[in-house]
């Protein structure tokens, strides 16, 4: 039996597509998948073409360096293109392989399960963008993350961004694998529930560390001439 991988219908009846990835040979996945990563490249591209986070090359731009200016303002988008490939294709297909390879589940259904956790990353970076835009402004902090709380009480800016990494889509993108994982796994439903808590716990730590590295200004004095470190 033939079933077609219908992104949106299936989002609201996981249920179903569940049973599909089981009883059936489902068709269309790879044009979901590529559908969410030229999504993904877009969301990642806007916040650079609009100009969001280059403050830091704003003196290029004042002391008269455009050819500098333009110059770094492309390198950081190519930049920013690569990363977004490498995040994508992390949370899409090595993260997939993972899953599968340690818990011992088909590939089929764990691509099908982190094309939805890649498709919220890819919704809440552009909600913020979209909210960012809206405003006029940018933070450092996402406004679905408990971050902007943890700046309000805590001083120590790696603890800040470990929680800014911890947001409400982090909950949802959990629920969706806890779901999946549960129904194709023999593994006690505590033990998977602790195990995904605690492996976006470890990826929040290692992503607030990564954080910190003042990337913008290390771009900055590389187009000046200077030190990058």
């Known amino acids: ?3 077609d991988f219908k992104f ?3 989002f609201l009846n996981q ?4 049973h599909n990835l089981r009883h059936t040979e489902m068709r269309q996945i790879n044009k979901r998948l590529a559908v969410i990563l030229v999504l993904g490249l877009i969301v990642f591209a806007l916040p650079e073409i ?3 986070n280059t403050g830091s090359l ?3 731009l004042a002391a008269g360096m455009f050819d500098g200016y333009t110059l770094a303002r492309w390198t950081s988008l190519v930049g920013t293109l690569l990363w977004g490939g490498l995040y994508l294709s992390f949370h899409l297909y090595i ?3 993972l899953y599968g390879r340690i818990i011992g589940i088909p590939w089929k259904a764990m691509i099908v399960m982190q094309a939805y956790v890649t498709a919220l990353l890819v919704l809440e970076k552009g909600l913020i963008f979209g909210i960012f835009a809206w405003n006029g402004y940018t933070m450092a902090f996402s406004p679905f993350s408990f971050g902007p709380i943890a700046a309000t009480f805590l001083d120590n800016s790696y603890l800040i961004y470990f929680f800014n ?3 409400l889509f982090t909950s949802l993108i959990i629920a969706i694998q806890y779901r999946f994982i549960k129904n194709f796994s023999r593994v006690s439903p505590k033990i998977i529930l602790l195990s995904l808590i605690v492996i976006h716990v470890i990826s929040a730590l290692i992503v607030a560390l990564f954080s910190q590295i003042p990337v913008d200004e290390m771009l900055r004095d590389f ?3 200077g030190p990058i470190l």
């Open 1 to 3: 039996m033939i079933s």
């Open 58 to 60: 704003t003196p290029l």
């Open 8 to 10: 949106w219908h299936f």
């Open 15 to 18: 249920g179903q597509l569940i």
């Open 223 to 225: 187009m000046q001439g």
């Open 50 to 52: 609009w100009g969001m």
């Open 165 to 167: 990494q911890l947001t």
């Open 95 to 97: 993260a997939a392989y």
